[in-house]
């Protein structure tokens, strides 16, 4: 009976990790920091794949691919150690992350998750691997509450970023 039970434990619990990921995305566990990007539009494909899955507003969708480039180019210049341009991309970090708050947060939103659910969510699938939480730890000491920006327009997200870096 014990031995039944066990079984069925674990049989739930793999049920369970299944049901976790639920898009059936294989992640990207690469030793890269900045992930395996087959189409080269600064986004990791694990990430594209599960955004465009998960995001079926055409704003919503822009607004986080839009997050997804500037972190992409924030790893970079980490991993070039170039303060300049992380502290310029963290401030359009703080823009992008304010516009997608504007987004999942109004009344009128699509998706069933709000802002911050969403940014975890995302943060959680970016530092997929301890080279990326460790990556992500040292650009967010950069990060300061001082910094000056622009607020999000009701047009945010209309429109994908283009990064020169």
Not at 35 to 54: F, P, Q, S, V, Y
């Amino acid at each position: 009976m014990k031995s039944i039970f066990i079984i069925l434990t674990l049989l739930n619990f793999s049920m369970a990790n299944d049901l976790i990921n639920t898009t059936g995305i294989k992640e990207d566990k690469s030793e890269r920091l900045q992930g395996i990007d087959k189409n080269e539009n600064r986004i990791r494909d694990d990430i594209e794949a599960d955004l465009k899955k998960t995001y079926s507003n055409k704003r919503e969708l822009t607004a986080m691919i839009n997050l997804a480039k500037i972190d992409d180019v924030l790893f970079q210049a980490n991993e070039m150690m170039d303060i300049e341009a992380i502290d310029k991309f963290l401030i359009e970090r703080k823009k992008a992350i304010l516009c997608i708050k504007l987004l999942l947060n109004s009344p009128n939103r699509s998706s069933f998750r709000n802002g911050d659910f969403s940014i975890n969510r995302y943060e959680n699938k970016l530092q997929n691997t301890e080279e990326r939480k460790i990556a992500f730890e040292r650009i967010k000491e950069h990060y300061s509450e001082d910094i000056i920006y622009d607020n999000p327009t009701e047009d945010c997200g209309d429109k994908e970023i283009n990064i020169n870096y």
